[in-house]
C-alpha cells in the first residue's frame, strides 16, 4: 500500500519570504501522480499544484514549485514571496493510475504566515 | 451548480444515532469518492463510485457505514448507531474522467456526542 508522510506538522514564515514544506512517499508503482492540497479554514480542499510521476521537469505554478527527486520518493512544496492569503493546513498526496485512482494523503502542515 | 455541493454543513447528533449525509456532484462528473477527515489528520479514502460499476467499498471501517449513488446523480453517505469516534469531517469529492482531478466539495461536519 502507498503511504504519505509530512514530517513538519507546522511552519511559519515571514511574509515575502520563501518556505518549503516536505512530503515524502513511498509506493512501488513506476508511474503515479503527486499533488499539494491547500486547506484554508473553510475546509474546502484546493490544488495547489500537480506532478507526473514520468515528467522529470519539477512542475511550477506561479509562486508555487515542487522538488520532485522519484529515486528518493520525495516531494516538497516551495512557495515563494509569501502571502498572508497562503496560511492554510497543506497537503501532499499521492494518486496511482490504476482501479479507483483514490488519494492517499499525508498528515498535513499548518503553515502560518508572519507580517 | 458550479461545484460539488454537501449537506448538511454541520450535523451534531447523538451516540447510536443514524445520520445520513448528502453529496452533488458535479454535473456529468462520472466519478465520485468520499473521504473522512478526522481533526487534524490528512483526509482517508471511503468510497468510490466510477458510474454504473460497482463502487470500490474497500475503505469503509465498518459495516456501520454505507453509501449509494444512483447513476451519476446524488450520493448519500449512511452510518448507523454512529460512535463518538465517528466525529469527523466528511468530504465528498467527483471528477470527469480517469485523467481528470478530484474537485471537492466544503465537507460536512460530524459531531457525535
Known amino acids: 500500500a502507498q503511504t504519505v508522510t509530512q514530517s513538519q506538522p507546522e511552519m511559519s514564515v515571514q511574509e515575502a519570504e520563501t518556505v518549503t514544506l516536505s512530503c515524502t512517499y513511498d509506493t512501488s508503482e513506476s508511474d503515479y501522480y503527486l499533488f499539494w492540497y491547500k486547506q484554508p479554514p473553510s475546509r474546502q480542499m484546493i490544488l495547489v499544484i500537480r506532478?507526473?510521476?514520468?515528467?522529470?521537469q519539477n512542475a511550477t505554478e506561479n509562486r508555487f514549485s515542487v522538488n520532485f527527486q522519484k529515486a528518493a520518493k520525495s516531494f516538497s512544496l516551495k512557495i515563494s514571496d509569501s502571502q498572508l492569503g497562503d496560511a492554510a493546513m497543506y497537503f501532499c498526496a499521492y494518486r496511482g493510475i490504476q482501479g479507483a485512482q483514490k488519494l492517499v494523503f499525508g498528515q498535513g502542515t499548518r503553515l502560518t504566515i508572519n507580517p | 451548480g458550479a461545484g460539488v455541493s454537501q449537506s448538511p454543513s454541520n450535523k451534531v447528533t447523538e451516540k447510536g444515532k443514524d445520520v445520513e449525509l448528502r453529496c452533488d456532484p458535479i454535473s456529468g462528473h462520472t466519478a465520485l469518492y468520499w473521504y473522512r477527515q478526522r481533526l487534524g489528520q490528512g483526509l482517508e479514502f471511503l468510497i468510490y463510485f466510477q458510474g454504473n460499476s460497482a463502487p470500490d467499498k474497500s475503505g469503509l471501517p465498518s459495516d456501520r457505514f454505507s453509501a449509494e449513488r444512483t447513476g451519476e446523480s446524488v450520493s448519500t453517505l449512511t452510518i448507523q448507531r454512529t460512535q463518538q469516534e465517528d466525529s469527523a469531517v466528511y468530504l465528498c469529492a467527483s471528477k470527469f474522467g480517469p485523467y481528470n482531478e478530484q474537485f471537492f466539495g466544503p465537507g460536512t461536519r460530524l459531531t457525535v456526542l
Open positions: 506532478q507526473e510521476a514520468y515528467k522529470q
